[in-house]
């Protein structure tokens, strides 16, 4: 039943009540107002029923407007990190060597190159995000709308101030999304980023529950497959509960995918084939292990 059927129905119900109203008024007893208690009831169950269908279809068009806001965000990071690579001869942040990041020690340089031996505790996830500063029109965009965990820890700018997303209290807490560090703009079916509530073994391992809290935040290695049923899948804990059905990655070239928890696994293992190796790299804004 759509929302234009509803509103008529309604349009309806009202206009019966009124003529009622507008009957005359022959006898008092038993009456209230021109209408019986019996046709006040009967209008009253209608005007319920109507009002019953009508909430959930004025819901829809809201949380449509949220998954539509969910795939632009998606789509402006995936941008940035895009024409960051254009102005840095088609690297990504985490591939452009000796690169300074916010609030590090100048003297220490980032480990890039081969991300197989990156492994720099001092990098953070909102590291990467922090450094598109220029190529982001906005840093609410790193907050997903059904992030509900992290909404109150939403970032205004890339400035240095307390509301700022490199503000103490904000950065990864001002995150949704964790970053693939092994993607390149080469290699288009490599997995750029995405929701960071993937649940499952960091590396090669038993399969979890998805009602089990999303990866500790940091940098995961990540396995394929094997006989032991390692997989992955979106986290429903109510603490990493992103979407109610799937979730959404971007890939290097651009295009943004939502992925059910039964795929997942498979875009996963096709990152990691087009990569060419038996591991890969992810980072994660979560908190760390034992933080729950």
């Not at 009540?17 to 107002?33: C, D, E, I, V």
């Not at 960091?202 to 394929?224: N, R, W």
């Not at 059905?245 to 990691?272: N, P, T, W």
């Amino acid at each position: 039943m759509t929302l234009n059927n509803i509103k008529c129905y309604l349009k309806i119900v009202l206009l019966v009540f009124w003529s009622m109203k507008m009957q005359p008024n022959y006898k008092r007893a038993g009456r209230l107002a021109g209408f019986t208690r019996n046709e006040l009831i009967v209008v009253l169950a209608c005007v319920a029923v109507i009002v019953g269908l009508l909430v959930p279809a004025m819901s829809k068009p809201k949380r449509g407007r949220a998954w539509l806001r969910c795939m632009r965000n998606r789509k402006q990071i995936g941008l940035a990190f895009r024409i960051f690579a254009n102005d840095n001869d088609d690297k990504y942040p985490f591939s452009v060597e000796g690169l300074r990041l916010y609030d590090q020690d100048p003297k220490v340089r980032w480990k890039c190159g081969n991300p197989l031996v990156y492994n720099n505790m001092e990098t953070e996830t909102w590291h990467h995000l922090q450094v598109l500063s220029n190529e982001l029109a906005s840093a609410k965009v790193l907050i997903c709308p059904e992030d509900r965990s992290r909404r109150d820890n939403e970032a205004i700018d890339f400035l240095q101030n307390e509301d700022s997303f490199a503000a103490v209290g904000r950065r990864n807490k001002a995150l949704s999304y964790f970053v693939g560090l092994n993607a390149n703009e080469t290699r288009p079916n490599e997995i750029l980023g995405g929701d960071r509530n993937i649940a499952g073994p960091s590396s090669m391992g038993p399969a979890l529950d998805e009602s089990k809290p999303a990866i500790p935040g940091g940098v995961h290695q990540f396995g394929p497959n094997n006989s032991a049923g390692a997989r992955r899948r979106w986290s429903s804990h109510k603490n990493n509960r992103l979407h109610e059905q799937g979730g959404y990655i971007f890939l290097a070239d651009g295009s943004v995918q939502r992925v059910s928890g039964e795929k997942l696994e498979d875009q996963l293992e096709l990152s990691r084939a087009s990569y060419g190796t038996n591991a890969w790299l992810f980072s994660f804004p979560n908190d760390p292990a034992g933080a729950r």
